[in-house]
């Protein structure tokens, strides 16, 4: 069975505050895929990036960074200098391919300005 | 624009009655998609996998005959709420793998939100 954690329910920081968002999964598949989706009140799933099971190299997008430790089985996400527009749930997911996703139970954040 | 498109975007509907929410691939063939349901201030939850050609797999505790899947095309699944109740009200959303299944790219649809007054 797969299962994703995000203990933070929800996290309230100050505009340019740096924050971080916990995911620990727990899968006994040895190729799979873990994902990171930002949902705004539209509702709509933003996808923000996928990485696999073999690549643990960090990852770095503008604001935004990954760091995957397979060790530890986390998939942390880090926003620096957060904005208002930040202002979201935040969403880890789990899946072997071909793509039915687990989903951690969410993390609100709210960026104050 | 999106790849994977849902219609309709919102329905209200009254209790008793039976709706029914599309997803379509647009510029790619599905043969595999899926369906969650999302309750207000709760994770995604998969209902089922929408198989083209072949019956749907649904996750445990879900309804088949409540929920009708039919993926009738390489780029529709249909997701049809019968008899629908206050209780089905949710947001519910569909995605379908991209290209090679083992790469792992997804594409979700915008999401159908479905009030049972």
């Known amino acids: 069975a797969q299962k994703v954690t995000q203990a933070q329910t929800e996290i309230s920081v100050v505009e340019k505050e740096d924050v971080t968002l916990d995911c620990v999964y727990e899968?006994?598949?040895?190729?799979?895929?873990l994902f990171w989706y930002k949902q705004p009140p539209s509702g709509e799933l933003v996808f923000l990036i996928r990485?696999?099971?073999?690549?643990?190299q960090n990852e770095i997008s503008g604001r935004y960074s990954w760091n995957f430790q397979k060790s530890t089985s986390s998939f942390n996400f880090t926003i620096t200098a957060s904005q208002v527009v930040d202002s979201a749930v935040y969403f880890c997911?789990?899946?072997?391919?071909?793509?039915?996703?687990?989903f951690g139970s969410g993390t609100r954040l709210q960026v104050q300005p | 624009g999106a790849v994977v498109s849902q219609h309709p975007s919102w329905v209200i509907c009254k209790s008793g009655t039976s709706v029914k929410i599309e997803c379509r691939s647009l510029?790619?063939?599905?043969?595999?998609m899926f369906w969650y349901r999302q309750f207000p201030k709760q994770s995604l939850m998969l209902m089922a996998t929408?198989?083209?050609?072949?019956?749907?797999?649904?996750e445990q505790g879900v309804e088949k005959d409540k929920f009708l899947i039919n993926h009738a095309s390489l780029t529709l699944s249909t997701l049809t709420v019968t008899s629908a109740h206050p209780e089905d009200s949710s947001f519910y959303i569909c995605?379908?793998?991209?290209?090679?299944?083992?790469?792992?790219?997804?594409?979700f649809g915008e999401g159908s939100r479905l009030t049972v007054l």
């Open positions: 995605s379908a793998p991209g290209g090679d299944f083992n790469t792992g790219e997804l594409f």
């Open positions: 899968t006994r598949d040895t190729t799979y895929y």
């Open positions: 990485r696999n099971s073999f690549d643990e």
């Open positions: 997911a789990l899946s072997p391919p071909p793509g039915a996703l687990t």
């Open positions: 510029d790619f063939q599905a043969t595999t």
């Open positions: 929408s198989n083209e050609g072949s019956k749907a797999t649904y």
